[in-house]
């Protein structure tokens, strides 16, 4: 990959950047409504309070029902406020990710090398329409609605089986919003394409992970001294490392894309 690592986080590098400076904006508006315009209640005081008493006894959680839970209306409103927010900003990552696809294939052509070095196969070279892009994009808002929650649960156990499937599960929003597989056929396309790059992409990802938890923690400090500062902040690091993150994946994607069938710069030129 002849980009460098900072190449990740050069995200206004987008075609003319108009997309990427709307994408951005909106997303941050999103993350920002959770502190500034929040939908519900954001008193959990007896939540916290019942939460304590169990910690000191434990037979009052194990003997409870989801009934039992001090939680009002209001805070399932805006738990669930939140829960949208981060699932919006989770869905502008896989859109940017497939802008950068198509904004790669229009800016190479057929006798260009990619950017890996390697010569672009046709089919891979043909970007996708903005009305079957859009159309793509509905279907794995919908797919992605019905999933998310009962795999955000899932994971939140088992963290561990999240950073290894995460080098394949966020091949599918490029294998299928590039346009060059279908909706099933994606599964299986993104195991294919990142073999033999898993670890590569396991690296990469664990190091964004890391940047988000740790801007995530800092901010979380911050928030007891200087809360407007930390709940600017706040949505500001975490859309940055959500769109990185979907750049990655689109820059990468290309990159593998182009290795099989290609051929090098020299071979090309001899």
Known sequence: MRNSILDIFKIDNLGKGIFSKIIFTLLMLIKCSVYFFPLGDTNFNQFLIYM?????????????????????IGNIIYLLHVTMADFLVIIGACLYCAAYIRQYRKDHKLEDPGDSGY????????????GGLLLR????FCFSMAVFLP??????????????????VSMYPACYLSGDCGFFASFVEMVKVT?????????FMSLLLCLYFLGDWLTSALSSVLPAVAYVLGPF??????????????????????????FRISNHAS
């Open 151 to 168: 795999a955000a649960l899932f994971l939140l156990y088992l963290f561990l089986i999240f950073i290894i499937i995460l080098p394949y």
């Open 52 to 72: 304590q008493n169990a910690m000191e006894d434990p037979d009052v959680l194990l003997n409870a029902s989801v009934q039992d839970l001090p939680l009002s």
């Open 137 to 140: 994009m509905v279907i794995v």
């Open 237 to 262: 690091w975490a859309v940055i490392i959500a769109l990185s993150f979907g750049r990655y994946v689109g820059m990468v994607y290309c990159r593998m894309r182009e290795v099989p069938g290609g």
């Open 195 to 203: 073999r033999g790059y898993y670890l590569v992409n396991a690296r």
């Open 119 to 130: 010569l672009i196969p046709p089919r891979y070279l043909k970007p996708i329409s903005v």
